[in-house]
């Protein structure tokens, strides 16, 4: 019943700076814990950030912090990923994901999550 789509991938130079955007549809959007995951080539989708209902709270890969930021606007149905000082370990695609209620299970955990979107290919360059 819920559809996300992200958007803002792309090409960037390492050092550089992407906003990812998602865009939830339906009318529950504030009800919905949200996070973002990432996949490279060969390995496991991995946790980079999640934000609970409110905003009020954010978590973070510790291989993330101080330089993506996650953030939610519950008007505009929409979470973002600010992404700064990008590396290219960053590359991947990235997905992002929303919990509906009942909320259970670590924010940090892929299978917490009931919806995903279609992904966002972010490559950096060095």
């Known amino acids: 019943q819920v559809q996300l789509v992200e958007s803002g991938g792309g090409l960037v130079q390492a050092g550089g700076s992407l906003r990812l955007s998602c865009a939830a549809s339906g009318r529950t959007f504030s009800t919905y814990v949200m996070g973002w995951f990432r996949q490279a080539p060969g390995k496991d989708r991995e946790f980079v950030a999640a934000?609970?209902?409110?905003?009020?709270?954010?978590y973070y890969d510790d291989s993330v912090k101080g330089r993506f930021t996650i953030s939610r606007d519950n008007v505009k149905n929409t979470v973002y990923l600010q992404m700064t000082s990008l590396k290219p370990e960053d590359t991947a695609v990235y997905y992002c994901?929303?919990?509906?209620?009942?909320?259970?299970?670590?924010?940090?955990?892929?299978?917490?999550?009931?919806?995903w979107g279609q992904g966002t290919q972010v490559t950096v360059s060095s």
């Open positions: 994901a929303a919990d509906s209620p009942p909320w259970g299970l670590s924010l940090r955990m892929h299978a917490k999550y009931d919806y």
């Open positions: 934000i609970t209902v409110a905003g009020g709270g954010t």
